[in-house]
């Protein structure tokens, strides 16, 4: 069975640092892997989608790898801003079944202070 | 602008007064999905629909009912609602399950059941 394990769950930290959110999976059958923010009273916005067969992506100040050997993805936010405050999701779409839901890990939430 | 709408955003209701969730997305998708969120449970899928009149359970189907007559609708029905049912709802579509697909997801819907 799939478990989505998110590390830490709060973090703390002043404006400007660079950060490193973890993420692990217990299952490599996987098609993609997603990070996700959500802002509260928002919805999910999508943030970077990896697909199986690639290591890394990038969208501006964001950077995710995925190692699937190890079952590790990480968000990595350079140059933080207060504007980066939210909650970070991963979720992995798992292969198996016609379902192919996506399994969530309960999330990191990010605090960046002024 | 590419979008998944729910209606209402916030509904409080009362035990057992049958309610419906609208959800509505313009990209076309053939996958759309409904989630509950509670907190440390995280986002667990309750139905799942494949295409029009394709629909099926997901983790946590009990106490709800979908329909997918059209493409671009996917209501949650609750017939007899709970107050294990207070959750934060989410609709969410994709173009399908594969590995290159984001899924989109609705701002959410806060129900509250007393």
């Known amino acids: 069975k799939q478990e989505v394990t998110q590390i830490p769950a709060a973090l703390s930290v002043p404006e400007g640092e660079n950060l490193v959110l973890n993420c692990s999976f217990t299952d490599s059958a996987i098609y993609n892997l997603q990070w996700f923010r959500q802002d509260p009273g928002k919805g999910l916005t999508s943030l970077l989608l990896i697909q199986s067969s690639q290591r890394e992506q990038t969208s501006g100040r964001l950077n995710a790898s995925l190692d699937k050997s190890s079952g590790r993805s990480t968000l990595y936010i350079a140059a933080s801003q207060p504007g980066d405050s939210a909650t970070y999701l991963c979720a992995v779409r798992r292969r198996a079944g016609n379902n192919r839901k996506l399994i969530w890990g309960l999330g990191t939430s990010l605090a960046v202070n002024p | 602008e590419a979008q998944v709408t729910q209606n209402p955003r916030y509904l409080i209701t009362v035990t057992g007064k049958k309610l419906t969730v609208t959800c509505s997305q313009n990209m076309n998708h053939e996958y759309m999905s409904w989630y509950r969120q509670d907190p440390g449970l995280g986002l667990r899928q309750i139905y799942y629909?494949?295409?029009?009149?394709?629909?099926d359970k997901g983790d946590v189907p009990e106490g709800y009912k979908v329909s997918r007559k059209e493409k671009r609708n996917f209501p949650l029905i609750l017939e007899s609602p709970s107050p294990n049912q207070t959750s934060l709802y989410f609709c969410?579509?994709?173009?399908?399950?594969?590995?290159?697909?984001?899924?989109?997801f609705g701002a959410g819907t806060r129900l509250s059941v007393l």
């Open positions: 629909s494949m295409n029009v009149e394709v629909t």
């Open positions: 969410a579509s994709s173009l399908s399950t594969g590995a290159k697909n984001i899924q989109y």
